[in-house]
Antibody, heavy 118, light 106 residues
């Protein structure tokens, strides 16, 4: 059974760094890519970036300077780090699995709400 | 970036057929996917690569299109289909989502 679960702090201060973990089960990180997608309250979805099955990464150019995605395959975990957070980074952060070679996200975590506020 | 344009909202009655459109600012081949999101939930994949039904999704949902114009069709609509529907492309970098179409069932 494929599952993804995000974890991390619910509150981050402005200018600080956000660190999130996505723990997956039911599939291997060396077989499927994992992406991070975020959704500000009441708004649409934004693809942030991905770590591909081979370990390489790709980032949305709008976030590239602040964002880092990595993984630990032995622990089945994917990590997101984003620095210089501002209030507009307040959002629900989802990790998702993509169908191989499709770029369609077939499994999603429940999401973690992150609020940027002092 | 590839901009995906969707109508903001639609309202239909149960049993009717509804088509939700998504227009891309540049070609995406057939790499367009559709999601359903209900309040407080994560998105759910309905259709991938324009016309392929995702696992466990009722056959009432179908997708069509290629290039820049795509359509998600629900026929017949049921009350439980009340949700926001997003399109997403994975042909151009970065992947992008439409702004969503909120479907109301009268």
């Amino acid at each position: 059974q494929v599952q993804l679960k995000e974890s991390g702090p619910g509150l981050v201060q402005p200018s600080q760094t956000l660190s999130l973990t996505c723990t997956v089960s039911g599939f291997s990180l060396t077989s499927n890519s994992v992406s991070w997608v975020r959704q500000p309250p009441g708004k649409g979805l934004e693809w942030m970036g991905a770590i591909w099955s081979g370990g390489s990464t790709d980032y949305n150019s709008a976030l590239k300077s602040r964002l880092s995605i990595s993984r630990d395959t032995s622990k089945s975990q994917v990590f997101l780090k984003m620095n210089s957070l501002q209030t507009e980074d307040t959002a629900i952060y989802f990790c998702t699995r993509a169908i191989t070679m499709m770029g369609a996200f077939d499994y999603w975590g429940q999401g973690v709400m992150v609020t940027v506020s002092s | 970036d590839t901009v995906l344009t969707q109508s903001p909202a639609l309202a239909v009655s149960p049993g009717e057929r509804v088509s939700i459109s998504c227009r891309a600012s540049e070609g995406v081949n057939s790499y367009m996917h559709w999601y359903q999101q209900k309040p407080g939930q994560q998105p759910k994949l309905l259709i991938y690569k324009a016309s392929n039904l995702a696992s466990g999704v009722p056959a009432r949902f179908s997708g069509s299109g290629s290039g820049t114009d795509f359509t998600l069709t629900i026929d017949p609509v049921e009350a439980d289909d009340t949700a926001t529907y997003f399109c997403q492309q994975s042909w151009n970098d970065p992947f992008t989502f439409g702004s969503g179409t909120k479907l109301e069932i009268k």
